[in-house]
């Protein structure tokens, strides 16, 4: 019980934000994670890519990358719908600022997926950058 003690005193003497390293960003780093730029590159590299926009329809409705399958994260059928692809394909997945998108590639990395790839900063990050030429609206 003194060591449980000692343990949890020192912890509460050290709990300050500035060491702490965010859960968020430890699971982002270990995910295959790529800007614009490089999705860019690796899009025109690799024809055969999958392309999943894990948003809702009403979204990938409005503005998607040509050829994406939405494949709503929020579904009911989500992981019966991820896991009827094929986990060796390469897969690009995006949302709107990467936030879902680090979700799905998550799950498809504990799921068996070995080629997954997040799309950093989502479509706002590839707007900013990268202009919206390569996609399609409506």
């Known amino acids: 019980a003194a060591l449980v003690d000692d343990v949890q005193s020192s912890a509460m003497k050290n709990n300050n934000d500035s060491c702490k390293v965010k859960r968020w960003d ?15 590159h690796f899009l025109r590299a ?10 809702k329809p009403e979204e990938f409705k409005q503005v998607r990358f040509p050829k994406a399958v939405n494949i709503d994260y929020l579904a ?6 991820m896991k009827a692809l094929a986990p060796e394909r390469p897969i ?13 590639c998550t799950l ?3 799921g068996g997926f070995r080629a997954a790839y997040n799309l950093r ?10 202009g919206d030429g390569d996609l399609v609206r409506g």
């Open 26 to 40: 430890l699971l982002k780093a270990q995910l295959n994670n790529l800007s614009s730029a490089e999705a860019q």
């Open 46 to 55: 690799h024809s055969d890519c999958l392309i999943i926009d894990c948003r």
């Open 76 to 81: 009911y059928d989500f992981w019966d719908r």
């Open 92 to 104: 690009l997945v995006y949302c709107n600022t990467s936030r879902r998108s680090i979700r799905v």
């Open 108 to 110: 498809m990395k504990n």
């Open 121 to 130: 900063g989502g479509l706002r990050e590839w707007v900013d950058t990268l």
